[in-house]
């Protein structure tokens, strides 16, 4: 019944900026927590940002705070993703998801998830 679709990757340069860009079905983030990850080549899926309360405090992982911002607007049933001073490491395939625990990083917590958009960083 939920359905995410992320979109805005693509292929940028270090330094560079993208927004993604998670649009969900109907009333999705009325009733769960959104959350993104992403997961690079040999490596596990890692968490990125989700909302940490009902509020919308946020949380980020380490690597990417002070850089990326989540955001949301929930009657138009969709997550953002700003990411800024992109570097090579940022370079994966992104997933928006939605869970029942605010601030989760772990992926067990979100049940449903995206197909994912990839986004490429060059040096």
């Known amino acids: 019944q939920v359905q995410l679709a992320e979109s805005g990757g693509g292929l940028v340069q270090a330094g560079g900026s993208l927004r993604l860009s998670c649009a969900a079905s109907?009333?999705?983030?009325?009733?769960?927590?959104p959350g993104w990850f992403r997961q690079a080549p040999g490596k596990e899926r890692e968490f990125v940002a989700s909302f940490a309360s009902s509020g919308g405090r946020t949380a980020y992982a380490d690597s990417v705070k002070g850089r990326f911002t989540i955001s949301r607007d929930i009657p138009k049933n969709t997550v953002y993703l700003q990411m800024n001073q992109l570097t090579p490491e940022d370079t994966a395939i992104y997933y928006c998801?939605?869970?029942?625990?605010?601030?989760?990083?772990?992926?067990?917590?979100?049940?449903?998830w995206g197909q994912g958009t990839q986004v490429t960083v060059s040096s």
């Open positions: 998801a939605a869970g029942t625990v605010y601030g989760s990083r772990r992926p067990y917590s979100y049940h449903y």
């Open positions: 109907e009333g999705t983030f009325n009733n769960y927590v």
